[in-house]
């Protein structure tokens, strides 16, 4: 069993993701550019329980779509680099704007883990959260932490280690839509399925599909190829 494993931080700006960073890499970190573009990429490591775990700053995003290249560069680590976990960093104090990118997270891998930071400052406005609750909605681990004052860290690095040890498996919930769009979800997954395998999520890749996101399309066909004939071409056929 390899004691190397890849955790990728996914949030909007400005809920502390880069403060939980810096305060569990320490100095233990590097920064440069994503390949081929001009985003920042940061990088570090932190040990626990005889465990390295490679630590990638995803850029600060408000969706996982094709709108910036910020989002592209989250989302394609996220579906196409497959980290070991991917941490979603939400406000504490301002869950309800956050929430649409956890959702997106969960319709693309099944390992993540919720963190909602800024507990300090929501327990000074009187905000309660109760994360047995969320964590039984959402079907993966919920964790509060203050990152500034680097409160709830063992808990979320255990909590990782179990993820990573099988201990805890993961069924993030799906976001149901109306039957209109389920019928056309099913029909695109049906056909888009053989040609992903489990790569990728078929119903999320179907979703991107009905967005008519071609950003993704070009993605995939760089990536990947099937018998000679690119996804892209394959999966506008189907």
Not at 11 to 32: C, E, I, V
Not at 111 to 140: F, H, P, Q
Not at 142 to 158: E, H
């Amino acid at each position: 069993m390899t004691n190397l494993y890849r955790i990728a931080l996914a949030g909007n700006p400005n809920t502390g993701k880069s403060t939980l960073f810096n305060a569990l890499t320490g100095l233990r970190q590097h920064t440069g550019n994503w390949a081929g573009k001009t985003v920042s990429l940061a990088e570090g490591a932190v040990s626990h329980k005889d465990k390295t775990y490679k630590m990638i700053d995803l850029p600060g995003t408000y969706s996982l779509f094709s709108n910036s290249t910020d989002e592209e560069v989250a989302r394609n680590y996220i579906v196409f680099e497959k980290p070991d976990v991917t941490l979603v960093v939400l406000d504490a104090t301002s869950l309800e704007h956050n929430f649409n990118l956890a959702l997106q997270v969960l319709e693309m891998t099944t390992s993540v883990v919720i963190c909602i930071n800024l507990m300090d400052e929501a327990e000074k406005k009187g905000i309660k959260i109760n994360e047995l609750l969320l964590t039984k909605r959402l079907g993966v681990p919920v964790i509060k932490i203050s990152a500034r004052n680097k409160n709830g860290f063992p808990m979320l690095l255990d909590t990782i280690d179990r993820i990573v040890t099988g201990k805890i498996e993961c069924n993030p919930v799906q976001t149901s839509y109306n039957e209109e769009i389920e019928e056309k979800i099913s029909k695109i997954e049906s056909k888009v399925r053989n040609l992903v395998e489990d790569q990728i999520s078929s119903r999320w890749l179907a979703l991107r599909l009905l967005d008519g996101d071609e950003a993704l399309l070009n993605e995939l066909n760089k990536r990947m190829e099937l018998k000679g004939v690119t996804n892209e071409k394959r999966v506008k056929e189907a």
